[in-house]
């Protein structure tokens, strides 16, 4: 399925801008950027000084699978035109990604750092390309919203990236429900706004938020929405790659084009909560049940369909011609 998403958009959508060689050079690491195009928007993946042509086509293949993920969501990029950098670091860290990062400056770059000697399929093991490209579809919500911000691309990185088959539903529900045993052992009893905005508690502030975005995309489902869909409008009326949104505004906004009070009445309870929120309700209604072995899944076909409408692999899809 992730080969067919790559083939997909790079048959209808990419455009390689290779830098004129002059005659008699010694021959470039080859063509450093690629477009991607997914209707009227673009993403561009540029990869900073690349050792080998090869090398640079392997790191282009796999954000352009991260970013063909990032369709898996509504079928375009969040943003008009947003541009992800690879630059390869060394790093003492065994990740293949050690780092990444979301720039909203002049224009919205991801930035991924790669380690040298990580493969392709390490690379495309690793969450961290997907994280970050789905930073792109909320605005910069400061300090105060970081819990909001996180946790969306943690909640995502798992339900895109299993759409497209870079891991197993199954894994997806395991990942999220590893991460919110992770945010549950943080105990401080302050609130998760202000864990947020003190840069504290880390590992409760990205999966409380992504039980958020999840609790949020159940409740909008169970009235025949999702949250692709009221995200897919929020990213045609309202979304700014660049500035501050308010996370109150912000949460406003999704409300109205489509959230219905929905993530008003979750952010309400959130915000200051001070110890990690319940989530017996929401995997009840998923038919997951977490016991001493592991998770396990209902067979009950009502919430089997559920759960394979947020996780289930998806049809390549036409990204669309310039
Ligand atoms: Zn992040």
Redesign the pocket.
Known sequence: MSVRWLIALCLTACGVAAAAEPAGSIPAAGPTSRVLRAGDSILNIEVVDPPTAARSRELQDWAAEAAGAALAAFGRFPLPTATVRIEQRDSRDSSPVPW???LRRDGVSVLLFPRPNAGLQELRGDWTAV??I??LFHPYLGSDGRWL??GL??YYQNVLRARVGLMTQADAWKALDAGFGRGRREDSGLPLDELSRRHRGTMRV?WAGAAFWLEADLALRRGGSSLDAVLSRYSQCCLRGTGESDPRDFIAELDRVGGDGVFGRLYERYADSREFPSLDGAYRTLGIEAGPEGLTFSPQAGEARLRRAIMGTRPARETGTP
């Open positions: 990444g990062q979301t994280h970050e789905s930073h911000a996180e691309a943690s990205y």
